[in-house]
């Protein structure tokens, strides 16, 4: 069974950088096919993709946020982890780590595994 599980500081205040890292049990997240994202949900809003890192590395960010966002890995702990600058309130949401395929997204992606989430509030 795969499980993914978001953690990292639940209020950020504005201006400074959110940092989140998912950890994922079951499954390598070099596993061929596979690709890992980060979507998020604020509130009243519909589900906005972030950004992902694929099994063989290669990373994408969603055009709206690309200059504030960075998406890493960490092999040895099976982690992957999203940094997302400049924060304002318009950045609080819920944060969800997501497992999507087949990489890479030539075609509309099944998102087959999801984190529980983790609330992210923007205040000073």
């Known amino acids: 069974q795969v499980q993914l599980q978001e953690s990292g500081p639940g209020l950020v205040k504005p201006s400074q950088t959110l940092s989140l890292t998912c950890t994922v049990f079951?499954?390598?997240?070099?596993?061929?096919?596979?690709?890992w994202s980060w979507i998020r949900q604020s509130p009243g809003k519909g589900l906005e993709w972030m950004g992902v890192i694929g099994y063989d590395a290669s990373i994408y960010y969603s055009p709206s946020l690309k200059s504030r966002t960075a998406i890493s890995r960490d092999t040895s702990k099976n982690q992957f982890s999203l940094q997302l600058s400049f924060v304002t309130p318009d950045d609080t949401a819920v944060y969800y780590c997501v497992r999507g395929h087949p990489w890479p997204f030539t075609t509309v992606p099944t998102y087959d595994y999801w984190g529980q989430g983790t609330q992210v509030t923007v205040s000073s």
């Open positions: 079951g499954d390598s997240i070099t596993t061929t096919s596979y690709a």
